[in-house]
């Protein structure tokens, strides 16, 4: 999976001042498909949490176990299957909780959003985001449905920051 398809989405999870105004963190399921030119479909599943204002801890759990830790313009990559840590930087600082606040309205539920470029189609039902799809930068057909809600819960401190035991490989 591209990194770089992670790193747009993020930039999308955004919490609008109309939509979630007093929502401070936020923790979902989700499933990730990824539908190539070919007909091909890969799908993924885990788990999201996010903190105001620029937290972000993505757990894939299918088809293979990965974390991915996001804070600011900093992106820790733990495969715990492969017993490695990646460390990189976004070129761009991610403007969570900003960005979606620019995102038009199209029907009751729906909103279009414009960030790095790309055109973000998302879906909201009862108040919370539902789905997201795009286009990624090599024009395959992203959906990311999100089920599972749950708003205000509290993390541990350290919850959003990923320390390698000391048989990792570190990549930098």
């Known amino acids: 999976m ?21 929502v401070h963190t936020l923790k979902m399921n989700f499933k990730q498909s990824i539908t190539y030119d070919s007909g091909k479909k890969t799908t993924y599943s885990g788990i999201i949490h996010i903190k105001k ?3 972000i801890k993505w757990e894939y759990i299918y088809p293979m176990k990965r974390n991915i830790y996001i804070k600011k313009q900093k992106v820790t990559l733990d495969e715990p299957e492969l017993e490695q840590v990646s460390y990189l930087k976004i070129e761009k600082k991610l403007e969570l909780f900003k960005i979606f606040k620019q995102a038009r309205k199209i029907s009751k539920h729906n909103y279009i959003a414009k960030a790095q470029g790309k055109e973000y189609k998302i879906n909201y039902q009862t108040r919370l985001i539902n789905k ?3 286009k990624d930068e090599l024009e395959n057909d992203v959906r990311m449905v999100f089920t599972k809600h749950r708003k205000n819960i509290t993390y541990k401190n350290g919850f959003f920051t990923f320390n390698p035991p000391s048989h990792y490989d570190i990549l930098k």
């Open 53 to 55: 204002p620029h937290f």
């Open 2 to 22: 591209k990194i770089l398809i992670l790193i747009l989405l993020n930039a999308l999870f955004l919490f609008s001042v109309d939509l979630l105004k007093n």
């Open 132 to 134: 997201i799809t795009f």
